[in-house]
């Protein structure tokens, strides 16, 4: 056992060197192998449940993408331009989540069962990201959500946090083409799903996520307002064909004319477990 756990290290050592020596893969195809393959959609596409026990059983690829992620320098990241940058951030992110609930994967329910009254999993420093220990916090919060860094409010589509509450894990990798397009289609896809966003034509209420109760000042500081994203009305207005289904109940989130609420959030695994998966 020693010796089969000695050879791994060894290899994934030797792959995020020779990963390093040709360039980094802006494509990610390591990651989106393994989304591809072990992310599995429902609800019409709006959802998602991860095969955490097939990633697990081809965990030496997670480990083998993670340390390509590592030996990038923070010299490096920084040649490299703005939307090269968030994409890594975001594939980071997901990538580590996925390993972090690997750790006590299958026993546990939600992330936060690997957290404590004193301690928070998504400030477990497990990691090295740019030449330092890092944990997930710090990607989102100390890195992606840095004033002037991005400044897009639409990365809390991207970023998920292994939870049923959260937008859907992609069953792709992001990629600097196809980055802006993603996003987007996060932002419809996320607000499609009735079960976390919807408006209750009866009470003319609009039920959201919790996320745009935590993060609604995000989507209030209008650096996306070119397309749509300038404060939180703007933000359901250009997306109330996925949140309504008559053109009544469209044109009253157009207008404006609703009451806002925020559903509790479901912070359950998202695991194809639940889904017979």
């Not at 959802?47 to 993408?65: F, G, M, P, Q, R």
């Not at 860094?149 to 990798?173: Q, T």
């Not at 499609?192 to 993060?215: E, H, P, T």
Request: proline letters at 3%; glycine letters at 6%.
């Amino acid at each position: 056992m020693k010796l089969r756990k000695l050879l791994l290290g060894l290899f994934l050592i030797a792959s995020a060197a020779l990963a390093h020596a040709q360039g980094f893969d802006h494509s990610h195809a390591a990651w989106h192998a393994l989304l591809a393959k072990h992310v599995k959609p429902f609800n019409n596409g709006n959802a998602s449940a991860v095969d955490y026990t097939a990633i697990k059983a081809e965990h030496a690829a997670l480990k083998a993408y993670l340390g390509t992620l590592t030996v990038v320098s923070e010299a490096d990241y920084g040649k490299w331009n703005k939307v090269q940058r968030l994409t890594f951030l975001i594939n980071a992110y997901n990538a580590f989540t996925v390993e972090l609930i690997l750790t006590k994967y299958p026993e546990l329910e939600s992330i936060k069962d690997l957290g404590s009254v004193f301690s928070s999993p998504w400030k477990k420093k497990f990691f090295s990201l740019l030449g330092q220990e890092r944990n997930l916090d710090d990607i989102e919060h100390g890195l992606i959500r840095a004033p002037g860094a991005f400044d897009d409010p639409r990365i809390h589509v991207g970023v998920v946090c292994a939870s049923i509450g959260c937008p859907m894990l992609r069953p792709e990798a992001f990629t600097p083409e196809r980055l802006d397009a993603q996003l987007d289609d996060g932002m419809k896809r996320f607000l499609a799903d009735s079960s976390r966003n919807r408006f209750d034509a009866a009470s003319g209420r609009l039920q959201v996520s919790k996320i745009f109760d935590w993060y609604g000042k995000d989507f209030e500081k209008g650096h996306l307002a070119n397309k749509g994203y300038d404060t939180l009305k703007a933000t359901f207005a250009r997306h109330a064909a996925q949140l309504a289904t008559t053109p009544d109940a469209q044109a009253k989130i157009r207008a404006g004319d609703y009451k806002l609420d925020f559903l509790d959030y479901d912070w359950r695994l998202n695991d194809s477990r639940r889904r017979g998966g």
